[in-house]
C-alpha cells in the first residue's frame, strides 16, 4: 500500500516487508532516477506472489502455488513498528507547518519515493517530485533504553505481621504423643504439598542456632527475633539451601510452592497410609481407647435414621433393573432370549460400583449412581451388529463377543470422562446445543416404546415397521399380551400428572403383580406354567444358575474382534450421548440440594473412575442420576453411610434375585418400559413445541424419527449435521459489521494545528471506518463484502467518494481460510477504485495477524494495532495531499519565505488547481485544499517572517480561531518561556494541581488519560496548545503528559497568568475564550471516539 502522492513516503518505505528485502549496502533511489529493471521484476513478483493478483488474464497455478499458510516463516510485517511510523509522518507535519527554511529545498517527506503513482495527483505533482532534489533519510541511533527491574512480588501486611509476630514456643503447651503423631502426618503432608513444616515446640537443632539474637521483649520489640535464612524455627518459603527462609516468604499461601517429584509423593503418601494404619490398629487393640457413644452414634442410630431412604432407593434400583437391566439384550432375538437374568446382573454390578464411587468421593454426599439408560439402544444396534457379522450358527461367540463389547464401551465412555475432568474439559460440553440433546432423549423414548411391544407381544427380533409387524401384533393370541400393558401404563402415566405423591409409582408397579396373581389363582383353568408358555410370565433362569452367570459369558477365545471394531462408532456415539448428562445432572443437582462448592471436573473424574472400574469387572456404563439423587436425599439419605447401606441391600438383591425372575409378570416391566417411554417423548416431543424455534424443533423431530425408525448411531450424526447447518444459518443471519462511519463524524485523538483540522474537516467524508465484531467465517464474511461492494458502487461512489477504507477488527475473535481469502477479493475491489485499504486492531504477530498475513495480506494492505493509529494514518495522507497540491500549485519555495505553514505565491497561481480534478474524489480532495491554502493565503503576512518565537508560533496557532493581530499578541510574549524536554520527560501527572500552560514548538506531547471506566491517549503535535483547560479553570489534572518525543514548549506558569492578568487584561480575556474554543472542539473530537470505540 502507497501513498497517493509520488513525493511523500509512507510508513512502508522506512519499514522492512517482502516487497523490498535489499541489502543494507544497495544504495538508495533518488527522486526521479530510473530504477533498475531486475528490480522492478522482483517487486513485481513479490506482490504478485504475496497476493491475489486482480488483472482478469491472471491465475495461480494449483500445483506450483505455495500458499502462505504452509510457507515455513511469513513475512515480517510489524503492526507496532508501522504505527511508531505513522507517529512519525505526523511529527514531520506538524513541523513543516511551523517551518522557516531558508533555501529553496523541499522538504525530506515530500522528496521521498512512493512505490507508484495514484490518480490524486496531477502533472504538476509528479513533475515537481522528478525534478525536486532528494535527501538521504538518515535514522537517528534509537535511545538505549533503561530497564528497570520490578521488584518481586512482596507478602502482604498480615503476613508481615505473621512473621514479625509468631507465637512465644515458652507458652506452647506441651502435646501428647499421639497429638504429636498426628501432627507430624499432616506436617508430612504439608511438606509434600511444599508448605513449611509447622514448629511442633520441639527444639530443633541448626547449625546457626548460637547467631539468633534473643531481645529482650518490649512493647514496641517483635515477639520474636530475626532468625537466619537456614533456620527452621520460623514461617516461611524454602531458601537455595531447601531450608525454609525466615524472611519473604507467604504465609497466606498467596504463593504455591515448588511440589515434591512424584516418587517423594508416593513414598510420603505410602509412610501416612502406614501412620494411619498403626494408629487405627492400635485404637482398635485398646478397647479403653473407644467412644461408647460415638460408636453407639455411628453404628446404630445412623443406619437406622437413614433406612427408610434406603429402602426407597432399593425399590427404584429393583425397578430400574426390571425395566433396564431385563432388556440390556435383545430379548426378541433366540441367541439372547434367556439373557434377562444375566442383563440384570450386570445392572447390579454396574449400580452397586458406581454407588459405593459416588458415595466415596462424589460432593453429593447422598447420590445414588445408577446404569445409562440412553445405552439400551446402542447395545441393541451393536448386539445386532455383532449378530449379522458372526452369524447365528455360533451363539456362543455372538454372546461373547457382544459382551465383551458391552464391557469395552464402558471402559472407553470411563476414559473420556476422566480425561475431560483431568485436562478440564467439562465446559465443553456446553457448546453442544441443547436441541440436540432432547432429540436423543426423545428418540430413547421412541426405541422404548418399541422395546416395549418387542417384550410385551414376544416378537422374535426387533420391531420392524411393515405389514408383518402389523399382522403380528393383531393377531388374537397377541393383542391382550400388550394392550393390556400398554392400557396400564396409559393409565401410569395419567395418574402421575394428577398425584404428586412420591409413592404413587412404587405401589402402582408393586399392585400389579399382586392384582396378576389373585386373578390367576382364582381361576382354576390358569396356573404359571401355562401363563408362562403363553407369554405372560418370564421364562426364569435355569435352576441353580448364580447372579455371576454372567461372567461365564466372557469367553475370550471366541471373542470376534473385527466385531467389534465394526462396533466402535457405535461406542462413540454412546460415550457422546453419555458424557452430554453429567454437565448438565451436576449443576441441576448443586442448585437443587443448595450445593455451592460443586466441582464439574471433580464429578467427570469420578464418572471415569466409576464407569472404567465397571467396565473392568464385566459390567457396563453408569453415572450418578439426577432424578433417583434427588429422591434419595429428599427421603433422608443425605450422608456417605446411606449411600455405602444402598450399595450392600442391592449386592443382597442381586445374590437372591436371579431366582426370582420366573415369577416376573411380563405385564410388569412392560408397564414400566412403557411409562417411560410416554414419558422422555412427551418431554421431547411436546413440551419443547413452544419453546424452541421452528427450526430447532424440526432438527429434534428429524433426530427422533431418524433415530426411531433408522437408527440410533445415524440418528445423532443427521443430529448434529443439523444442528450445525441451523447454526451456521443463523450465525450468518447476524451481520458482522458492528458499525459503519464517516471520516466527518470520527477522528484520530491527534491534537493538530487549528488550520489542519479545518482541513480534515472538509475532507474527513473520504475516510470511511467499518467496524467488525465476533468470528468471521464463510458465512458472516458474506455481509461484509456485500456492505463493501455496495460502498464503492458507482451510484454510491459518486454521492460520496471515498480514498481510505478502515476496517477495525479489534473486536474480531478470530478468521478462517475462506473469510482471509475474501480479504484478499476486497483488496482487488479496493485497488480498482484506487482505495486505500487499512485494516486495525490487529497485532500482527497475533493468531489474527497471521491468519491475514498466510493468505497474503499484510503486504499491500496496511496492519496498524489500534483504530487511533489508522485514522492518524489516513490524515497524514490527506494533509501529504494538501501539501503536495500546494507545491504544485505555487511552486518551489522562495528562499526569502519565514513562514512555511503555506507556501507563498501570487492568487493567481491557484487557476493551475482547476484542471486536476477530473473525479469526484481528486474534485473534493482539491477543492477542500483550493478553500484551505485560500483562507491562510489571506492571512498570510510578510511582516510574520521576521518574528521570533514565541510571537510567531502564538500567531500560527491562533490564527484560525483568534482576529488578533501582531500587535494585540506581542504583550504576551513576556509571559512565556522557553523549555526543553527530552523524550521521556513528564510534564504533568494526573490528580496534580496544573500550575503551567504550554505552546509546542517541536516535537509530540503525549496524554494519557487513565480512568476507572478505561484508558484513552491523545497525541499533541507541534503547533498546539497542552494543558490550558486545568490551567485556566484552576482544577486537578485529567491526563498524564510525557514528551513521546524530544520537544520544544512555551510555558506559562502560574504566576505569569496572574501577573498578566494584572498587567494586560483584555490579552488575559482573550486567552479564555480561545481556551473554551480549543477546549470544545477538542471534547468533540475525543467523545466522538470514544463512542466510535464503544460502538
Not at 370 to 381: A, T
Not at 822 to 831: A, D, E, P, S, Y
Request: hydrophobic share 40%; with cysteine.
Amino acid at each position: 500500500m502507497s501513498s497517493p502522492i509520488t513525493a511523500f513516503s509512507s510508513w512502508r518505505a522506512r519499514s522492512s516487508s517482502l516487497i523490498s528485502q535489499s541489502s543494507q549496502d544497495d544504495p538508495p533511489l533518488l527522486s526521479g532516477s530510473p530504477v533498475p529493471a531486475h528490480q522492478n521484476t522482483s517487486t513485481s513478483e513479490a506482490r504478485n506472489i504475496s497476493s491475489s493478483v486482480g488483472s482478469p488474464s491472471h491465475r495461480e497455478p494449483i500445483r506450483s502455488y505455495v500458499h502462505g499458510s504452509v510457507r515455513e516463516k511469513l513475512g515480517s510485517v510489524d503492526s507496532l513498528q508501522a504505527a511508531q511510523s505513522v507517529r512519525e509522518d505526523t511529527a514531520e507535519l506538524a513541523s513543516y507547518f511551523l517551518s522557516d527554511k531558508k533555501d529553496d529545498r523541499r522538504p525530506s517527506f515530500l522528496a521521498r519515493t512512493r512505490p507508484h503513482l495514484t490518480d490524486d495527483c496531477g502533472p504538476a505533482e509528479a513533475s515537481a517530485s522528478r525534478s525536486a532534489e532528494t535527501i538521504e533519510e538518515v535514522s537517528e541511533p534509537s535511545s538505549p533504553e533503561t530497564v528497570i527491574e520490578d521488584p518481586l512480588e512482596g507478602p502482604s501486611m498480615l503476613t508481615t505481621m505473621l512473621r514479625r509476630s509468631p507465637p512465644d514456643q515458652r507458652h506452647m503447651p506441651v502435646l501428647k504423643a499421639d497429638q504429636m503423631l498426628e501432627d507430624q502426618i499432616v506436617s508430612e503432608s504439608e511438606d509434600e504439598a511444599g508448605f513449611p513444616p509447622r514448629n511442633l515446640g520441639l527444639k530443633v537443632d541448626s547449625p546457626r542456632d548460637d547467631q539468633d539474637t534473643i531481645r529482650e521483649a518490649t512493647e514496641t520489640a517483635p515477639l520474636l527475633s530475626v532468625t537466619s535464612n537456614q533456620s527452621w524455627h520460623g514461617y516461611g518459603a524454602r531458601n537455595g539451601n531447601g531450608n525454609w527462609a525466615s524472611r519473604d516468604h507467604d504465609l497466606e499461601g498467596q504463593k504455591s510452592g515448588p511440589l515434591a517429584p512424584w516418587p517423594t509423593q508416593v513414598a510420603n503418601k505410602m509412610r501416612r497410609s502406614k501412620a494411619h494404619a498403626t494408629h487405627f490398629l492400635r485404637v482398635l487393640g485398646d478397647p479403653k481407647c473407644w467412644d461408647r457413644r460415638a460408636i453407639w452414634r455411628n453404628l446404630v442410630v445412623t443406619p437406622t435414621a437413614s433406612l427408610p431412604a434406603v429402602i426407597v432407593g432399593l425399590l427404584l434400583n429393583i425397578l430400574d433393573a426390571l425395566s433396564y437391566g431385563m432388556i440390556l439384550f435383545p430379548l426378541g432375538h433366540p441367541i439372547f432370549a434367556g439373557l434377562g437374568s444375566a442383563g440384570i446382573s450386570i445392572f447390579y454390578v454396574s449400580t452397586i460400583i458406581s454407588q459405593l464411587t459416588f458415595s466415596a468421593g462424589s460432593i453429593f454426599k447422598g447420590g445414588v449412581g445408577s446404569e445409562l439408560i440412553e445405552v439400551v439402544p446402542f447395545f441393541h444396534s451393536m448386539a445386532m451388529t455383532i449378530t449379522g457379522i458372526v452369524g447365528d450358527d455360533s451363539p456362543d461367540a455372538v454372546i461373547a463377543t457382544t459382551i465383551t463389547s458391552y464391557a469395552l464401551s464402558s471402559m472407553l465412555t470411563g476414559t473420556v470422562f476422566y480425561l475431560m475432568g483431568k485436562f478440564k474439559f467439562g465446559y465443553i460440553v456446553g457448546f453442544i446445543p441443547r436441541h440436540i440433546l432432547i432429540g436423543c432423549i426423545g428418540g430413547v423414548g421412541w426405541f422404548l416404546v418399541a422395546t416395549g411391544f418387542e417384550v410385551t407381544a414376544r416378537m422374535n427380533g426387533s420391531l420392524e415397521y411393515d405389514l408383518d409387524t402389523l399382522k403380528r401384533l393383531t393377531q388374537a393370541d397377541t393383542v391382550p399380551l400388550w394392550l393390556i400393558p400398554f392400557i396400564l401404563a396409559v393409565i401410569l402415566f395419567c395418574g402421575q400428572t394428577r398425584v404428586a405423591s412420591k409413592f404413587f409409582l412404587p405401589g402402582y408397579i408393586v399392585t400389579i403383580p399382586i392384582l396378576f396373581y389373585i386373578v390367576v389363582f382364582s381361576v382354576s383353568s390358569l396356573n404359571p406354567d401355562m401363563l408362562r408358555d403363553q407369554g405372560w410370565i418370564f421364562v426364569g433362569p435355569p435352576d441353580g444358575e448364580p447372579w455371576w452367570y454372567f461372567y461365564t459369558l466372557y469367553k475370550f477365545n471366541l471373542v470376534h474382534w473385527g466385531a467389534i471394531a465394526r462396533c466402535i462408532p457405535a461406542m462413540f456415539a454412546l460415550t457422546f450421548f453419555g458424557i452430554l448428562h453429567v454437565p448438565i445432572n451436576v449443576p441441576a443437582l448443586a442448585l437443587n440440594t443448595g450445593e455451592d462448592h460443586a466441582d464439574l471436573n471433580h464429578e467427570l473424574k469420578l464418572h471415569g473412575y466409576s464407569n472404567i472400574l465397571s467396565g473392568l469387572a464385566g459390567s457396563i456404563q453408569n453415572y450418578l442420576v439426577y432424578a433417583n439423587t434427588l429422591f434419595f436425599m429428599r427421603s433422608g439419605g443425605d450422608t456417605r453411610f446411606a449411600g455405602v447401606q444402598l450399595a450392600m441391600l442391592t449386592g443382597l438383591v442381586m445374590m437372591i434375585g436371579p431366582s426370582l425372575i420366573g415369577f416376573i409378570p411380563v405385564m410388569m416391566v412392560g408397564v414400566l418400559i412403557f411409562d417411560l417411554g410416554f414419558e422422555l417423548l412427551l418431554e421431547a416431543v411436546w413440551h419443547p413445541r413452544k419453546k424452541l424455534k421452528r427450526l430447532e424443533y424440526l432438527t429434534v423431530i428429524a433426530i427422533v424419527l431418524i433415530m426411531g425408525i433408522h437408527d440410533f448411531v445415524v440418528g445423532i450424526g443427521v443430529g448434529i449435521l443439523l444442528a450445525f447447518v441451523s447454526l451456521i444459518f443463523q450465525t450468518s443471519r447476524v451481520s458482522a459489521v458492528r458499525g459503519t462511519y464517516c471520516g466527518e463524524v470520527v477522528g484520530s485523538t491527534v491534537r493538530r494545528n487549528p488550520t489542519q483540522q479545518h482541513y480534515l474537516r472538509q475532507v474527513g467524508r473520504q475516510i470511511n471506518v467499518i467496524k467488525l465484531a465476533g468470528y468471521l467465517f464463510f458465512g458472516t464474511i458474506v455481509s461484509v463484502e456485500d456492505r463493501i461492494r455496495a460502498l464503492i458502487s458507482e451510484e454510491h461512489f459518486r454521492r460520496q467518494p471515498i480514498r481510505y477504507l478502515i476496517i477495525d477488527m479489534r473486536q474480531v475473535t478470530g478468521i478462517d481460510y475462506s473469510a482471509g481469502e475474501v480479504f484478499n477479493t476486497i483488496n482487488r475491489l479496493l485497488k480498482g477504485r484506487n482505495i486505500d485499504f487499512v485494516l486495525s486492531g490487529i497485532d500482527s504477530e497475533g493468531e489474527l495477524g497471521r491468519s491475514l498475513r498466510a493468505v497474503g495480506l499484510g503486504i499491500e494492505v496496511s496492519l496498524l494495532p489500534e483504530l487511533n493509529s489508522a485514522l492518524e494514518f489516513c490524515e497524514n495522507e490527506l494533509l501529504k495531499i494538501l501539501y503536495a497540491n500546494q507545491t504544485a500549485a505555487y511552486g518551489p519555495r522562495s528562499p526569502a519565505s519565514s513562514n512555511l505553514d503555506v507556501p507563498g505565491g501570487p492568487p493567481g497561481s491557484m487557476r493551475s488547481l482547476d484542471l486536476m480534478g477530473s473525479s469526484p474524489r481528486r474534485s473534493h480532495l482539491h477543492e477542500a485544499a483550493r478553500k484551505s491554502l485560500g483562507q491562510v493565503q489571506v492571512k498570510r503576512e510578510t511582516r510574520w517572517r521576521s518574528f521570533k518565537e514565541p510571537l510567531r508560533l502564538i500567531l500560527q496557532i491562533f490564527q484560525d480561531v483568534s482576529d488578533k493581530n501582531e500587535d494585540f499578541w506581542f504583550r504576551a510574549v513576556p509571559f512565556f518561556s522557553c523549555r526543553e524536554h527530552p523524550a521521556g520527560t513528564v510534564l504533568f501527572r494526573r490528580g496534580e494541581r496544573a500550575d503551567a500552560f504550554y505552546l509546542v514548538e517541536a516535537g509530540i506531547l503525549r496524554a494519557e488519560y487513565d480512568l476507572p471506566q478505561g484508558g484513552l491517549f491523545e497525541s499533541i503535535v507541534a503547533g498546539t496548545t497542552c494543558g490550558e483547560l486545568p490551567f485556566f479553570s484552576e482544577t486537578n489534572r485529567t491526563a498524564t503528559c510525557v514528551a513521546e518525543r524530544a520537544c520544544v514548549v512555551w510555558q506559562m506558569d502560574r504566576q505569569n497568568w496572574e501577573r498578566l492578568q494584572r498587567e494586560e487584561g483584555e490579552v488575559a480575556q482573550e486567552l479564555l475564550r480561545i481556551s473554551l474554543k480549543l477546549t470544545s472542539e477538542r471534547l468533540s473530537v475525543i467523545t466522538s471516539y470514544t463512542l466510535t470505540m464503544a460502538g
